[in-house]
Every structure is written in C-alpha cells, then in structure tokens.
C-alpha cells in the first residue's frame, strides 16, 4: 500500500501513481488505475495510466469528462481488465 503521505504530494498530481509503478517495477503505462473521484481519474491520467472509473450512474458523466472509462459494478472489473 502505498499513501500520498508518504510521498509528500496529493491527487490530481499523478506523483503516488508513477511512485506506486516504480517500486512494483511496472511501466506506468501498463498500468490500469481503478479510481472513483474526479481528482483520481485525473491523477491517473496525467500519469498515463488507463483509468477505469467506478461510479453511480449520476457521477458517471463527470468521470468519463475526465478520460475514465465508467463501470457500475465490481463484477465487471474482471472483464475490464
């Protein structure tokens, strides 16, 4: 786990994203961020990362505005992925 605390910088700064994919040793760009805020999707894709955003429905629209692709339910991430 990794905390916007310990690095010292917050969302939308896509700083705890490139950080996270550093010390697991992946390419940011292959990674795939699972966000539920409008500051998160953007931090995701600042940092290049595909940006899936779980929301309702009513939030949905906002989300996708940001570059995230929208899904309802946790039963779908699979498939997302």
Same mark, same amino acid.
């Given at each position: 786990?990794?905390?916007?605390?310990? @690095?010292?910088?917050? &969302? !939308?700064? !896509?700083?705890?994203?490139?950080?996270?994919? &550093?010390?697991?040793?992946?390419?940011?760009?292959?990674?795939? #961020? #699972?966000?539920?805020? @409008?500051?998160?999707? +953007?931090?995701? @894709?600042?940092?290049?990362? &595909? #940006?899936?955003?779980?929301?309702?429905?009513?939030?949905? @629209?906002?989300?996708?505005?940001?570059?995230? +692709? #929208?899904?309802?339910?946790?039963?779908?991430?699979?498939?997302?992925?």
């Amino acid at each position: 786990m990794f905390s916007s605390y310990e @690095i010292g910088s917050w &969302k !939308p700064a !896509p700083d705890l994203f490139l950080y996270a994919a &550093k010390n697991l040793g992946v390419n940011a760009q292959l990674c795939t #961020v #699972v966000e539920d805020s @409008i500051l998160g999707v +953007r931090a995701g @894709i600042a940092a290049g990362m &595909k #940006v899936l955003g779980y929301s309702s429905q009513s939030e949905a @629209i906002q989300l996708e505005e940001c570059g995230a +692709r #929208v899904f309802y339910s946790m039963y779908q991430l699979p498939d997302l992925l």
